[in-house]
């Protein structure tokens, strides 16, 4: 690995479907900044992109960009992600949707993590959320004021020695790895299993390649250090995806078949059943979410309150008041990403 420049060994994966806003955003600002990672846009939109400027936009970042056809269902984009990722020659892989922003500084330090510890097989810094809002003449939802959420996943990472008990301690909490930094055969691995599962449902996607990732080694979530921002808006993929009836019996016969079918790939047929047991207890306790804080309610309030005066100076105080963005606000990257959003005008590669 080149400790000076650790990014050289990184492959960050677009993956695209349509939403031709905010990836001509996530191109100019990788532009702008030149993060040093190689890139691969793998494209699932109703047609391929064809605007010239576009593609010398691309042209310039040096990236390999691959139409697969259009994503008609979750399947078909797990098998366009398998794909991509096989063209990935790089030690390490990440994904991106076009609407993430990446910190240099928690990417690198998520490489040296695992470089450092070769027990575990994907890393990643803290992802905090924003939303864009309206300032001046801005009033779409690519570019404006940035307003800080909370975390995206508030979990720890998964540490347990025995691959049963990583499955466990994974649905214990609210944690999720799309956004994490891979050692690519690992990624490639297990998304060589999950194009062949059929999921047409975005719950049932996210448990088969997170419980199949945890199946195969620890990951580590850096407290410390901050590598993603996570814009949360209307036209959010995820929030397209429909799940079915989680009460329906067809929804569990797919769940208990979707665990069968990852444990069976570690020798673990045996704790199936009592894996499903586990997976039902959870969903009844904590449905939507695996972990909500018990100061959810006050987190509630504190938020309303900074919104109300989000377009006012006080807000940069209240930031650097409230525990959940004050150390993020100070970041030089994250300022970086605010003054872009807040500039960014659109139609200029």
């Given amino acids: 690995m080149n400790y000076e420049n650790p990014l050289e060994d990184l492959t960050v994966v677009l993956v695209l479907k349509d939403r031709i806003e905010f990836t001509e955003r996530w191109i100019e600002f990788n532009l702008v900044m030149n993060p040093g990672y190689k890139i691969v846009i793998a494209d699932g939109g109703f047609t391929p992109i064809s605007n010239k400027p576009f593609l010398e936009g691309i042209k310039k970042l040096n990236a390999e960009y691959v139409y697969f056809g259009q994503d008609h269902d979750l399947s078909v984009m797990t098998n366009k992600i398998y794909l991509a990722l096989t063209k990935c020659?790089?030690?390490?892989?990440?994904?991106?949707?076009?609407?993430?922003?990446?910190l240099t500084k928690g990417l690198s330090n998520s490489i040296?993590?695992?470089?450092?510890?070769?027990?575990?097989?994907?890393?990643?810094?803290?992802?905090?959320?924003?939303?864009?809002?309206?300032?001046?003449?801005?009033?779409?939802?690519?570019?404006?004021?940035?307003?800080?959420?909370?975390?995206l996943y508030p979990g720890c990472g998964i540490h347990e020695e025995l691959p049963i008990d990583r499955v466990r301690e994974f649905l214990e909490q609210d944690e999720s790895f799309w956004h994490s930094v891979f050692r690519t055969q690992n990624l490639e691995k297990c998304y060589e299993l999950a194009k062949f599962q059929g999921n047409e449902d975005f719950v049932l996607y996210d448990l088969f390649v997170n419980m199949h990732l945890a199946l195969q080694g620890k990951h580590g979530r850096l407290r410390d250090s901050y590598s993603m921002l996570h814009q949360v808006h209307d036209e959010m993929e995820a929030r397209n995806?429909?799940?079915?009836?989680?009460?329906?019996?067809?929804?569990?016969?797919?769940?208990?078949?979707?665990?069968?079918?990852?444990?069976a790939a570690f020798g673990?047929?045996?704790?199936?059943?009592?894996?499903?047991?586990?997976?039902?207890?959870?969903?009844?306790?904590?449905?939507?979410?695996?972990?909500?804080?018990?100061?959810?309610?006050?987190?509630?309030?504190?938020?309303?309150?900074?919104?109300k005066y989000y377009k006012l100076s006080v807000m940069k105080v209240l930031e650097l008041l409230?525990?959940?963005?004050?150390?993020?606000?100070?970041?030089?990257e994250v300022r970086n990403?605010?003054?872009?959003?807040?500039?960014?005008?659109?139609?200029?590669?």
């Fill in 112 to 151: 040296k993590f695992l470089e450092n510890n070769p027990d575990y097989i994907s890393c990643s810094g803290r992802i905090h959320n924003f939303t864009v809002l309206p300032y001046g003449k801005n009033d779409i939802p690519y570019a404006g004021k940035i307003f800080f959420g909370d975390e």
């Fill in 268 to 307: 673990l047929s045996d704790d199936s059943k009592s894996l499903l047991n586990e997976f039902e207890k959870n969903q009844e306790s904590c449905p939507g979410s695996q972990v909500r804080s018990t100061k959810w309610p006050i987190r509630s309030v504190v938020q309303r309150f900074k919104y």
């Fill in 322 to 332: 409230d525990p959940m963005t004050s150390s993020l606000v100070r970041e030089t």
């Fill in 89 to 102: 020659k790089t030690k390490y892989v990440m994904l991106s949707s076009n609407d993430d922003f990446f």
């Fill in 241 to 263: 995806l429909v799940p079915k009836n989680k009460k329906s019996s067809n929804w569990w016969v797919k769940v208990d078949s979707l665990i069968s079918v990852a444990l």
């Fill in 337 to 349: 990403v605010r003054r872009f959003v807040l500039k960014y005008e659109g139609n200029r590669i």
